[in-house]
């Protein structure tokens, strides 16, 4: 009588792609845009705008390029980061071009803006070079774990592009803020790729120095206070955003980075202590400089106070135009195409262009725009729990946090929460550093989510544990 066993090895199950739902969002993605675009069209001209077909099939392109290649090298990735990347890029060229139709009207009645060009076509082409950066991150970033190598590499080149505006001859002030360089008949904004730069450089940093960090030597009012030696890290990022504000006059990055650094360095060491310490010092900072720096100080009073000064201070000529744009909206808004926040001067080149969204689409639309922005973050700290080494969790973590500081920092100062900043709001507002760097950004982040849903390999198969026979008389 013989007796037969046999024992089979498990592999890995297999997890769903999710590319097909990608792709159906992507759809999508598409035809909002382009919806909208048709919708501005006949609100300001009565008829289909002539380059809806060479709109809608850019952005087609563009959105096909991106998912093949994620398909192919990263068909584990989060299905929502491309979908939503595409619909704000989308939205945010609709826009532009929205208001770079109101220099035309107003210049056939009063011959103004004689040296005016668009910015939207200038746009599209950002957002395409934006597109192959992404793809080229996917194609060349095979694993994220490699830019831990460039841990103090990233550190110099980050210090590098802070101070790059500085330099004189290259560096140029625009609204006040020297966080400009010309280069080629080009301005480029080196902080918005600073941002990407130090993310990976605090990532290497602390996921090597986390356990000194955490360490606490006494306990204060139910905080447990770091140890004085290793407050280094904190006091030196502290000085060196208070540097950037005082030589730059960027509140806003001064902001995004050190509070980008805080965020990390919580979820690094998991002590509360650190941001509490972070948000002192921010505000102590602040309170500091804008003490005796001109510029940032006509922005707290126009955050404070803007009709008081309106006749005296640009900045708060800016902030009552505004507010009176979010008014005007209510809670459904005029109609794409159909209000007047046209009238604040630079509105698509900076954060104001938010002010067009209260105003064209109200409350609701401002309320989507801030759920689309609230996804992307919500599935990047998804992307950093699921990571499965230190360095990605840091790194993810860090991408995500800077990016939601980018639009607290802009809406909250559009909205009159806190002092206006400058910053640029990422996808909406005209800018080429600002649509490549966060393109990038969602590369980065895919890379990372691919690497954290990818099966594990399954072990190999062991032949004497393949089958076992026991033969009994």
Request: aromatic share 10%.
């Amino acid at each position: 009588m013989s007796v037969v066993t046999n024992t089979t090895t498990i592999g890995a199950i297999e997890a769903p792609s999710r590319r097909n739902t990608e792709l159906a969002l992507l759809g999508f993605a598409v035809a909002i845009p382009v919806f909208a675009y048709l919708n501005v069209g006949l609100a300001i001209d009565g008829k289909v705008p002539a380059g809806m077909l060479g709109y809608g099939l850019g952005l087609t392109l563009l959105a096909g390029v991106a998912h093949l290649v994620v398909r192919k090298w990263a068909p584990y990735s989060d299905p929502l980061l491309l979908p939503l990347a595409i619909l704000l890029n989308g939205m945010g060229l609709v826009l532009i071009w929205r208001l770079d139709q109101s220099p035309r009207l107003i210049a056939t009645s009063m011959r103004l803006y004689d040296s005016f060009s668009p910015d939207a076509p200038k746009q599209m082409m950002y957002s395409a070079i934006g597109v192959a950066m992404f793809v080229g991150m996917l194609l060349l970033l095979k694993d994220h774990r490699v830019l831990q190598r460039y841990t103090y590499i990233s550190m110099v080149a980050a210090l590098v592009l802070l101070l790059l505006p500085l330099v004189p001859g290259l560096g140029s002030a625009v609204y006040g803020a020297k966080i400009w360089i010309n280069v080629g008949g080009f301005s480029i904004q080196p902080g918005e790729f600073a941002k990407i730069v130090l993310a990976i450089f605090f990532s290497g940093y602390l996921m090597v120095k986390r356990d000194a960090l955490a360490l606490a030597s006494r306990r204060f009012m139910g905080l447990y206070l770091p140890r004085g030696r290793d407050l280094g890290p904190i006091l030196t990022i502290w000085a060196v955003s208070l540097l950037i504000l005082i030589f730059e006059n960027d509140l806003g990055t001064s902001l995004l980075f050190f509070g980008m650094f805080v965020i990390m360095l919580y979820v690094a060491t998991e002590r509360t202590s650190w941001i509490v310490m972070g948000l002192l010092m921010s505000v102590a900072g602040a309170v500091g400089v804008a003490s005796f720096a001109g510029h940032v100080k006509d922005r707290v009073d126009a955050w404070a106070d803007p009709f008081s000064c309106a006749e005296k201070v640009p900045a708060c000529d800016q902030m009552t135009e505004v507010l009176m744009s979010f008014g005007s909206g209510g809670i459904l808004g005029t109609g794409l195409g159909q209000g007047n926040s046209d009238l604040i001067g630079f509105a698509a080149n900076s954060d104001f262009i938010f002010a067009t969204v209260g105003e064209e689409l109200g409350l609701t639309g401002v309320m989507v725009f801030i759920l689309f922005y609230g996804l992307i973050i919500e599935r990047g700290v998804r992307t950093a729990l699921a990571a499965r080494d230190p360095f990605g969790k840091l790194l993810a973590m860090g991408l995500s946090g800077a990016f939601a500081l980018q639009i607290f920092v802009v809406a909250g100062g559009v909205m009159g929460l806190i002092p206006l900043t400058g910053m640029t709001m990422p996808f909406l507002a005209y800018g080429g550093s600002s649509v490549i760097a966060n393109w990038a950004l969602i590369g980065i982040l895919i890379r990372i989510s691919d690497t954290a849903r990818r099966p594990a390999p399954a072990p190999a198969p062991n032949p004497d544990a393949e089958m076992t026979q026991v033969v009994r008389p």
